[in-house]
């Protein structure tokens, strides 16, 4: 009731700024003044007041109070969605990728190229006491391989947590990987063989184009809308010109475009897949981090047929350190089970112990609440920031949850050139053109919002804003 009660006093705040009824630069209620007035206790204006400073409503003074910051503006249009000729193409990876992974590491750099989620949350320390309690009270090691299906104190979490995606499956049919990026992996060489073709959502996250070049495939680019992602119409009119073994989707909030398909079009998508009898092989890696009232249901809740293998981690709702992966399969079970084998024969004991038992307590789904809400409100923050330090020209996206923005620039503006600017001022983004094969977007760019704003970020948007503006100019 507490949290609920924060929450809602911080939304009446926030309303009173965006209205104007507390102007920008004027001083708040004090806290014991805002407790008088709300009859409410002094924990809970202090805990609404970090929630607006979180934010970005307000900022505090030492000595002095809080004070409102800025109004949120959400003026900008949000992107195009692209034009490709459906065809299909050999999948080549840039050399930009690996430099821009290179680049993660550099030292002092204000880094938004990385999909990772934030590490400001308690379940970090939670995850940390978890693997020194598990490590020494749990054999991890010199028990040789273990059984490549994974432990099932972990499938049957997994198969918990699919219910609410609205996806009911036996422990027996869950695969554990190493991540989701591996999980894919193993579908795809399970589902293809060299020089088949498979249909991707344009744009499309850069890892999975790198799987698709590993495995000899071509690519045929399906446009997503910003809103309702993948088009249906043009996946099908791919799938009646192309013999397209696959279809690969991140079908709640893309990567990076942070859309997802409604319920509805997901039920015609299968529908879809059934007439053609192709399989799909879906990312829910994002799922979990909704921003509305309830996650959306999986492409795979309105699979009857075992068409849609969906494969999802922690690595974006805990830690990629985690490696912790899964597949969800009835009708490919054992062709994964068998890939796997022969691919790493097991996965490490200790990281998927240590999930299964977070899973299983109150405190994932606490973390969960929690960082939804701080994502929405770093999200915003975002926003307030680009609108304030770039050309009225700049498209960004509209996230409906996950951590990452894409922006769209004037066609004229190199986000490549953006891209290296950035790197030389110590500010890290991810260039568009990583993203499609077609080089459809260098006038676009990512960047993942999930960590806190801090002054020295708030600074590098503002670079980068001038460095755009200076291009529009020209």
Known sequence: MENNLYSQLAGKMAGLIRTGAITVGERMPSVRQLSKLENVSISTVTAAYHLLEEQGWIAVRPKSGYYVRRQ????????STSEIQSRPVLATTSQLVMDVQR???KPNAVSFSRAIPATDFPITRHLERTYTRLSRMRKHLGIGHTNPVGPYELRQQIAHHAVDAGVAISPASIVTT???LNAMGLCLQVLTQPGDVVAVESPCYYGILQLIEAYGLKAVEIPVHHQTGLSLGALKLAMEQWPIKVVLSVSSFSNPLGCSIPDERKK???LLLEQYQVPLIEDDIYGDLYFGRRRTRAIKAFDTQGLVLLCSSLSKTIDPQLRVGWILSERYYQELLHRKFLNMLSTPILPQL???????????ERHLRHAREAYQYRYRHLVDLVSEHFPTTTKISRPQGGIVAWFELPKHVDATELYHYGRKHDVLIAPGEMFSLNKQYQHCFRLNYSARWTPEKEKAIEKLGQWVAARCST
């Open 72 to 79: 949120v503006r959400d003026s900008l249009e949000v992107p």
């Open 103 to 105: 680049e993660i590491s």
């Open 178 to 180: 190493a991540g989701c």
């Open 268 to 270: 015609e998508l299968v």
């Open 354 to 364: 240590v999930s299964a038992e977070i899973l299983s307590q109150g405190i994932y």
